[in-house]
């Protein structure tokens, strides 16, 4: 009788994909352990939504510089857009009456979509450039979405929405009304509803839409544009079309890391620490130690490089020094032939056809 579930026989790339899942699924069983046995402490605790977050953001990322090889330093950009459509839509409908958890589901399909239509919007122009003069475009997109978000000022009253540019004063609202948006101060007032267990399952869901799509037809053409342009097109591979595919759900994602991000802080403000410059190169090196193609990696180094900081926090000056000695050695691990070599001569795999061998 032949197995249903034969993983000898299976695929490498489904079993890695089953790897993957099964190791997003392992850490958060661990976790949920450790904080039921009281063993997690808080610091931790606090840190678990942002590990989401940032893993979801590597991953969009990972998809459009690892499988597209386009360098986006904008992906900061697409999560504040993620964040404050997401948060603005439950501020206007918190005291609607609508079910919470319904309202949440919502702002997450608004924040994903908005995302979504600015990166379709600013992949139009910009994917017809390459290299360093696509990152600069897209880092400036980035400043742009922050500066504009800075000066809206948008308040809510019975006769419905007003809208200024200038200050609070040029909203005009009744004196009942209540303010949306209140520029450099951001959107106050969120619901908390960004938890773990919602953070792990929305990785799950980016893990399913980019395995899909990369192990499809329209992924394949992707790859092939990476790979080499000129003889992709010139196959019928139509350029435009795939290119725009790709950075419109690397943006989508990374705006769903925005909504996470939005759900998860009482007070959301576009300031330069939180969508800034410093975001974006913090996403790309998730992406890059993590290994460019390797959504696996992205959600590892997305992990320990957003924990570590915190857990060296008791060594004062010597915090940032181990972190940066730490993110070396890492890169060298990966990358070093050497280091490649060893991993390769003592991987896992080779290690069980040792042992079976000498059972034999």
């Not at 009942?176 to 948006?181: E, K, N, R």
Request: proline share 2%; aromatic share 10%.
């Amino acid at each position: 009788m032949k197995k249903l579930f034969d993983i000898k026989n299976m695929k490498k790339t489904t079993r890695d994909h089953f790897i993957t899942y099964g190791m997003v699924i392992v850490i958060y069983l661990a976790a949920q352990i450790m904080i039921g046995t009281g063993s997690m402490s808080s610091l931790l605790q606090g840190l678990l939504v942002p590990l989401c977050i940032y893993s979801i953001a590597a991953i969009g990322l990972n998809l459009c510089v690892g499988y597209l090889g386009e360098l986006s330093l904008g992906h900061a950009g697409f999560m504040c857009v993620g964040a404050f459509s997401s948060a603005f839509f439950t501020k206007f409908m918190v005291d609607t009456g609508m079910n919470e958890n319904l309202r949440f589901i919502l702002a997450i399909i608004i924040g994903t979509l908005t995302a979504a239509f600015f990166g379709f919007l600013i992949g139009i122009p910009v994917l017809r450039l390459r290299g360093d003069y696509l990152a600069i475009v897209t880092l400036a997109f980035g400043e742009i979405i922050k500066n504009v978000v800075n000066v809206l000022y948008i308040g809510k009253d019975a006769e419905g929405l007003h809208f200024s540019m200038s200050d609070t004063a040029s909203v005009k609202m009744a004196d009942d009304g209540a303010m949306l948006i209140n520029g450099a101060k951001g959107i106050t007032g969120t619901p908390h509803q960004a938890t773990f267990t919602v953070g792990v399952v929305m990785i799950l869901l980016c893990l399913f839409i980019v395995f899909n799509l990369v192990n499809s037809r329209s992924g394949r053409a992707i790859m092939a544009i990476r790979d080499n342009r000129i003889a992709a097109e010139s196959v019928g591979i139509n350029i435009t079309k795939f290119k725009l595919l790709a950075f419109t759900i690397s943006a989508a994602i990374a705006g769903m890391g925005g909504v996470l991000y939005a759900h998860n802080l009482s007070t959301l403000t576009a300031l330069p620490a939180n969508f800034g410059y410093n975001m974006s190169i913090m996403l790309l090196v998730f992406v890059v130690l993590g290994g460019m193609g390797s959504f696996r990696g992205s959600i590892i180094a997305a992990v320990l490089l957003t924990m570590l900081p915190e857990v060296l926090r008791g060594l004062a000056d010597y915090r940032m020094l181990i972190y940066a000695v730490v993110l070396i050695a890492m890169m060298l691990f990966n990358w070093a032939p050497k280091a490649i070599e060893w991993r390769q001569r003592h991987s896992i795999k080779d290690l069980f056809r040792k042992k079976t061998k000498e059972v034999q």
